[in-house]
């Protein structure tokens, strides 16, 4: 694909391309607290502030947890709002979360992934953001530092659509995105700008019976998040589900949109393919591993062997008739978890996955691999591993062990 | 050829020598005022089976790590809620919490005043280095007016707390100042912050060179120290609503030492005499 405007080519990492990503897309309110590895990306937006580059209200809190709840009201009254975080940052903010999501509060929040507490660790791994799948925001999962700045960017798109009007996190993994530097294709800021457009309001009617903009205004007074017992309180998250299955289509066309313009696509925004059309044995995973087993692909391929990778890029929602699909032919599938859903038999892509597949009539060898928990390395010989494993499976017609840890003293 | 002797640091049993060398810059002030909370263990013989140190996130977060006795390591903010936790069941110990003032009162700020309302016999030494150092230096509840950090890159508009008036404020019956120029009162007060029944607070004020003071014309651990020299004022028991923290001057002391009972005597005392009059 040819990009459509000339773009300019940063080195940044991938903390630097949040920050320059949400500097373009016009935002209004930022409120955080510094954690490692997100720190970066809130000093950066902080030199902006202070050199005038943006018009940004800009407030570093005392918790997550203010910072989360400054983000939410900021919103509410009409603001485009971006925080970031990480690991027990994210952690502290899980009331916040729900509170923000049932708002219909279309804040866009960074995560640089990172591994929680006991025992203490600052490495990359997903175990944060899995914790809140089922907090209501949608969750993007980048692969590299550009692939970050591109979601920022279509973040606010997705999150402020009137059909979604869902929180956003856009996931980069600690250190190997966030501290890692690559070239970044960067728009020119009038193009974001137009991208990003002006943030919409769905018109509602007020209790005064106004039809007025959804969001706090003294002309068109409206409570936010007032109680909402048994007889209403169940038809609230009905809602948040619609939104979330309309974000499905709302994701893929903003992505698309996006792709038309820079040139640069990520499968059809919600999953990557690679290989898969005739693949027999394929990966599944998150993030940044996607690039090392993309190359294990690549030299699998060189020797014959139909070996492929399908990337989960949007986890919620789930881009569940897509997974389906894209495995429809592969005969053994090995899923990837960079995280652990402790005594839940296998991680949480894994029950997705597994969960997808069902359904259908075939059913593929699917078996579980934890890997990286900690930061812990994972390297393109583990993976080519992986990728033996399954044809070892294949051979035998059977799995031996369904749940497998990558590079673990045991 | 002669053998040289190994003699054992006199003070090697209050630190776990595995855990070395530690992280702390050059020029940073968390060795001294480690060193000195190990001077007062020592002068004090305290046994270290008693003694739990507890400690948050940031820089003398590593402080529970290289202190050689039971000792927890919490996720930011929540050293003095796990503090409280460990002292209400089991009184006997004597519980310190080490830690800093971005993690005691920006984040943790909550459990700070509460467990000196209740006056949970806890004791407090917070190293204050004006910021998040850890994280790379970025503006904190303690930074002064104007000062640069990461995120106030040309100054600081927030203003910052008063430690120690805050402490006073808050309950606290033992409360004092020093800075890591004063390493002895320190020692001395850090024994009587152990001997104290009720929640205890002594607010180090700390160098912080490499991320606080290289952005505020201070490069140096010296320079910082220097700063400490000139602006010092020792006032013991002065008014800790005017001992604000300014370029010009630094009120050390002590400001309260007071005695009133501790959440966990009341408790204690609460349930005896209802277990009494139930059987009566």
């Known amino acids: ?34 954690i490692t590895p997100q720190t970066i990306i809130v000093e950066r937006f902080s030199e902006y502030v202070a050199n005038g580059e943006v018009e940004t209200a800009f407030i570093c809190t005392e918790s997550e947890h203010s910072a989360l709840t400054a983000c939410l009201a900021a919103s509410l009254t009409g603001a485009r709002t971006f925080t970031a975080s990480a690991s027990a940052g994210l952690a502290l903010m899980h009331e916040m979360l729900f509170v923000t999501s049932g708002c219909r509060a279309p804040v866009v929040m960074a995560i640089a992934n990172r591994a929680l507490s006991a025992p203490i660790n600052i490495h990359g791994d997903q175990s944060d953001t899995m914790a809140q799948r089922d907090s209501g925001w949608i969750q993007i999962y980048a692969e590299n530092a550009q692939e970050v700045y591109d979601s920022v960017i279509q973040a606010f798109r997705i999150a402020e659509h009137p059909d979604v009007l869902l929180p956003v996190m856009v996931c980069l993994d600690g250190f190997q995105l966030s501290h890692s530097v690559e070239n970044v294709n960067v728009f020119p800021d009038e193009i974001v700008k137009k991208f990003v457009e002006v943030r919409r309001f769905p018109k509602v009617l007020t209790h005064e019976g106004k039809l007025a903009l959804l969001k706090l205004d003294p002309e068109n007074p409206m409570t936010m998040g007032p ?23 709302v994701i893929r066309q903003v992505h698309d949109e996006y792709a038309r313009i820079s040139g640069r696509n990520y499968g059809d925004g919600l999953l990557d393919y690679y290989y898969l059309e005739d693949a027999e044995i394929a990966a599944v995973c998150l993030g940044s591993t996607a690039g090392t087993v993309k190359t294990v692909v690549d030299e699998l391929r060189a020797e014959g062997v139909k070996a492929g990778l399908l990337r989960i890029r949007t986890l919620r929602p789930l881009p569940f008739e897509g997974i389906q699909k894209a495995l429809e032919n592969v005969k053994a599938i090995a899923v990837m978890d960079r995280s652990m859903s402790f005594g839940g038999y296998g991680g949480a892509v894994f029950h997705e996955v597994r969960h997808a597949l069902y359904d259908y009539d075939k059913h593929p060898f699917t078996v579980n691999y934890i890997y990286g928990l900690g930061g812990r390395d994972t390297s393109p010989m583990q993976i080519r591993e992986i990728y033996r494993d399954l044809q070892e499976i294949l051979e035998k017609n059977r799995v031996e062990t369904p749940i497998r840890y990558v590079g673990l003293r045991e | 050829m002669t053998e040289t002797e190994a003699f054992e640091h006199p003070f090697a049993k209050y630190l776990r020598a595995a855990m070395m060398p530690h992280i702390w810059c050059s020029g940073c002030g968390n060795g001294i005022i480690l060193n000195a909370f190990v001077h007062a263990l020592d002068e004090m013989q305290m046994d270290l089976n008693k003694l739990v140190v507890v400690s948050g996130i940031g820089c003398i977060g590593r402080a529970a790590g290289y202190t050689n006795v039971d000792s927890f390591h919490t996720t930011h903010g929540r050293p003095i809620a796990f503090a409280t936790g460990v002292k209400l069941a089991k009184p006997e110990l004597e519980v310190v919490v080490i830690s800093g003032d971005g993690d005691l009162f920006a984040i943790g700020g909550n459990h700070f005043i509460h467990a000196a309302r209740r006056n949970i016999g806890i004791k407090v ?36 707390f008063n430690l120690v008036h805050l402490a006073a404020a808050s309950g606290a019956t033992y409360v004092a100042r020093w800075t890591t120029l004063h390493v002895r009162m320190l020692a001395i007060s850090i024994k009587k912050l152990l001997q104290r029944e009720g929640f205890s607070f002594i607010e180090v004020v700390s160098p912080c060179p490499e991320i606080f003071g290289r952005r505020n014309k201070m490069r140096t651990g010296l320079e910082m120290m220097e700063w ?28 309260v030492d007071v005695e009133k009972p501790t959440y966990e005597k009341l408790l204690h005392d609460k349930m005896a005499q209802i277990l009494k009059e139930s059987e009566d």
């Open chain 1, 1 to 34: 694909m040819k990009s459509l405007v000339e773009q300019k080519v940063l080195a940044l990492n991938g903390d630097e391309a949040v920050a320059y990503a949400a500097k373009q897309a016009d935002v209004d309110v930022v409120a955080a607290y510094p």
């Open chain 1, 227 to 249: 109680l909402a017992f048994p007889n209403y309180y169940f038809e609230f998250k009905r809602q948040q589900e619609e939104a979330m299955k309309n974000a499905l289509e």
């Open chain 2, 125 to 160: 030494i917070c190293a204050n280095n004006f910021n998040y150092g850890m994280t790379g230096g970025q503006v904190g509840p303690t930074t002064p007016l104007e000062a640069l950090t990461t995120t106030t890159p040309y100054g600081n508009i927030e203003h910052p």
């Open chain 2, 228 to 255: 400490f020299r000139k602006a010092s004022v020792i006032e013991n028991f002065s008014d800790p609503a005017k001992a604000e923290i300014t370029p010009e001057r630094i009120v050390v002391g002590e400001f």
